[in-house]
């Protein structure tokens, strides 16, 4: 089993930025790919950004490409988001989780393994 904890969440002016951390307990992460999730009010959770186990590739949503950056300390069993630049359709739950595999293109919610419990991003106007 993996438990995995966001931390990092909380409110921040458009064009700010945040630092988001997932760390694991109970198994290392060293072997998982990870993605970074989010999920707004009244809207489904989508896939923001991906890294391979080692770290070596990473994948993002439109959305958030060239704002934000995933990277991981596999030494610290975490994974970090970065996010720059933010603006306030960035408000959401953000989640992270395992997955068994790097895909370049495929990070469907159904498709992951362990979840953390997320942390809140609000990004004010």
């Known amino acids: 089993q993996v438990q995995l904890v966001e931390s990092g969440g909380g409110l921040v002016q458009a064009g700010g930025s945040l630092r988001l951390s997932c760390t694991a307990s109970g198994r290392t992460l060293s072997t998982y790919a990870m993605g970074w999730f989010r999920q707004a009010p009244g809207k489904e959770r989508e896939f923001v950004a991906g890294?391979?186990?080692?770290?070596?590739?990473?994948v993002y949503a439109d959305s958030v490409k060239g704002r934000f950056t995933i990277s991981r300390d596999n030494a610290k069993s975490t994974v970090f988001l970065q996010m720059n630049s933010l603006k306030p359709e960035d408000t959401a739950v953000y989640y992270c989780?395992?997955?068994?595999?790097?895909?370049?293109?495929?990070?469907?919610?159904?498709?992951?393994?362990?979840w953390g419990k997320g942390t809140l991003v609000t990004v004010s106007s």
């Open positions: 989780a395992s997955k068994s595999s790097y895909t370049a293109s495929s990070w469907p919610v159904g498709g992951m393994g362990y």
């Open positions: 890294i391979r186990s080692s770290g070596g590739s990473t």
